[in-house]
């Protein structure tokens, strides 16, 4: 099967078959272990320290995985109730066979941690923390989704995927943390088929008080890069979408786009 993954060395379509990705041409396809493959682009530096590999990736992943904690500690933190992010992650995992869900930056699995029920087409998962993918692997094995979901090191500023290959781009809590916003909207754009829509939520640093104040602590001590709303609607129109819906509540953008028929 001809996924929508691409070959660096080539740029044809990588191929899955009994759950190992090959290069029609015979190219290596790196991994790093428990079927996660390396698609980093060769000849970009991976950043010199990998934050989600720290125990702050551990606290973040333990938290957003433990739905009754994230719903308390998103109220008091960013006045939103993240119950409704997990039901926009379940409405962009609803595929039909032959479908195709790219999920950037798919952290540890968060999406599909509760078994992804309606996913019968393929989820491909990328991010750039090789600890955050292995525990993606982790919840793939717990949830037997091996057959369904494909993980792979890589960045959203430069996505290993084909043009026009993919229905659905889920980008959850990843826009706050990835500097060049507009590159990666732009890549989002380019990956999906026409019509192809994008599901995700962001933290924004024009929010109402207090929370705006509390992400703009938050910005000064960590290494968040919160978007601001009014921009992020018009970097999603230079990026192609043509419909785009965006819902602030608190300090967290809920927002939905659709790529230009
Ligand atoms: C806050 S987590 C969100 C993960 C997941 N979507 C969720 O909601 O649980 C942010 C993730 O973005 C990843 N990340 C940061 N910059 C990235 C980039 N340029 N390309 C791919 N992933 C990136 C980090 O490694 C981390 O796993
Ligand atoms: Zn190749």
Redesign the pocket.
Known sequence: MATPLTCWTCGDRLRLLARVLSCPNGHPVPGLGDEVHDLWPPDREPPRV???GTPI?WA??TG?NTRGLARLAARLEWGTDVARMYRLMDEGLRTEPGQVVL??????G??FAEGAPDLRGLLVG????PV?LHRAAGRRRARSLEERVLLAR????RLPLATSSVDTVLC???LH??PDKET?MTEFGRVLKPGGRLLGTVLVEDGPAPFSAIVGLERLASFFVPANARELRSLAKSAGFSRWDQDLEGALLYFRGEIRP
């Open positions: 990998d934050t989600y990736g973040y992943d957003v999920d950037v930056p798919v952290g540890g968060t999406s990328v991010d750039l923390s955050m890589g960045d959203a500023t959850f809590n990843g943390v990835i990666a």
